[in-house]
């Protein structure tokens, strides 16, 4: 008996694909490029560059991931649900390479916002970046330079 109610459970737990994780990863980005409360179209690019540098995908799939971001965004009230989904897949080298998105659309107006940056610093805390990672992410997406990993 306890066996089938367990079972039963397990059919709608939801599972976690790659779709999720890209939302999940599109919504931190957002959250970052909205946290200084002004929208620039240098960091729409840098945050459309970053997602197809992490999933490798196309233009109209970024749009719609984008489209899904800001509504899951909308409807959140913390990062957790984000950075869970990311923590259960994500490996420690491709955490570095969010974390280096994320800086690259906080430096992309060429102004860094305090904002901006204790969003990109609780993000990290919750996906359990390292600190001297959290750095060296920073010091690349500032000067430009790919992600050290």
């Avoid at 719609?64 to 989904?85: E, G, H, I, P, R």
């Avoid at 102004?111 to 993000?123: C, F, G, N, P, S």
């Avoid at 920073?138 to 000067?143: G, P, Y």
Wanted: with cysteine; glycine share 2%.
């Amino acid at each position: 008996m306890i066996d089938r109610l367990l079972s039963l459970f397990k059919e709608h737990e939801p599972e976690k694909d790659e779709h999720d994780i890209s939302l999940a990863c599109a919504a931190l980005l957002a959250e970052v490029m909205h946290a200084d409360h002004t929208l620039e179209k240098e960091e729409v690019a840098a945050l459309r560059q970053a997602l197809q540098d992490l999933f490798r995908i196309t233009s109209a799939e970024t749009d719609a991931l984008l489209a899904q971001a800001a509504d899951q965004v909308q409807k959140s009230n913390d990062l957790f649900q984000f950075t869970k989904v990311i923590n259960d897949t994500f490996s420690g080298a491709e955490k570095i390479r969010l974390v280096h998105g994320l800086w690259s659309v906080a430096y992309s107006d060429s102004e860094l916002d305090k904002y901006e940056e204790h969003m990109i610093r609780k993000v990290a805390d919750l996906l359990y970046v390292p600190h001297s990672d959290f750095i060296r992410a920073r010091n690349a997406a500032r000067d430009g330079e790919p992600p050290h990993v």
